[in-house]
């Protein structure tokens, strides 16, 4: 009896050290985004003052409709959206046809091609910038300047290929042959029971592949000169570089450029935990 007193004793107290580290790790990783959003909010001398005001003594909400009339924010999140999502779905088709091929198909040089593509992902993406460029200058495909040259090179990615192929391989064979017996062809079975089963793993793909993009930097800011095609990120960059001093309407263009991405993460985040828990490491 005295030993099921000592040892349930640690395990009431291991629950609540184990809730307080989560809450500080949390208080930790929020407080940039404080920062952030408050500091949008100051005025320009309390937002530069050191040790820094943990709430602005007199809330301006006019910094960020002062920050939005300095650029032309509104065509920036028009050409992200339209990149985003072109880059999303285009992606999402590639990465489906292609991870099926490698779950449920069988043909010569698949297991070699499948290590190829997954070699692939040992590639920094710097490496590729002079190739890709080169392939998109005038002197081939004359993309520069464009929104096609920042969507076109993302149409396809190693690793959306390999996690819906870890995934589609937990569906059970069962399904895959009672769909053969009723005369189903692979598109059949792919349209009909692989993607309805595949939920979770599609819009985990769908929300990354989004995100990447939102947030993709030194592509567009290599290939655009125009703010007429530049993306957010570029935008936002433009921004610090004409204003890196006035702190408190930069952090509130950093706060409204941010923001659309927290709420998305906020409405899939479990869609996004789930297609990742239910993606095995399947050979």
Excluded: C
């Excluded at 530069?48 to 809330?59: A, H, M, V």
């Excluded at 489906?96 to 290590?115: D, E, N, P």
């Excluded at 993309?143 to 059970?172: E, G």
Aim: hydrophobic share 55%; proline share 6%.
């Amino acid at each position: 009896m005295s030993g099921s007193v000592r040892a349930t004793r640690p395990m009431r107290f291991r629950f609540p050290v184990r809730h307080v580290v989560l809450a500080l790790t949390g208080l930790l990783v929020a407080y940039p985004f404080y920062y952030m959003v408050t500091t949008g909010l100051k005025e320009f001398f309390e937002a530069i003052e050191t040790p820094p005001t943990f709430f602005p003594t007199t809330l301006h909400p006019e910094n960020y409709a002062e920050a939005w009339s300095k650029e032309p924010w509104g065509t920036f999140f028009l050409n992200t959206i339209i990149i985003a999502v072109t880059v999303t779905l285009g992606e999402i088709v590639t990465a489906v046809l292609a991870a099926y091929a490698f779950a449920r198909m069988q043909f010569r040089g698949k297991a070699v091609i499948f290590t190829l593509l997954l070699a692939t992902l040992m590639i920094p993406s710097e490496a590729t910038l002079i190739p890709n460029y080169l392939l998109m200058s005038r002197r081939y495909l004359g993309l520069v300047d464009t929104l096609a040259v920042q969507i076109i090179p993302f149409l396809a990615t190693a690793f959306s290929i390999f996690l819906l192929r870890q995934f589609f391989l937990s569906i059970p064979s069962e399904l895959a042959d009672a769909a053969r017996i009723d005369g189903a062809g692979h598109l059949r079975f792919l349209w009909s029971v692989v993607l309805p089963l595949s939920v979770p793993a599609l819009v985990t793909v769908a929300l990354i592949t989004f995100l990447g993009s939102w947030n993709s930097f030194l592509w567009p800011l290599i290939m655009t000169n125009r703010p007429e095609v530049r993306p957010i990120q570029v935008g936002l960059n433009s921004f610090r570089s004409e204003g890196n001093s006035i702190y408190h309407l930069l952090l509130a263009a950093a706060t409204f450029v941010v923001a659309p991405i927290v709420l998305l993460y906020l409405v899939a985040q479990r869609q996004l935990i789930q297609g990742v828990a239910r993606t095995g490491i399947r050979g």
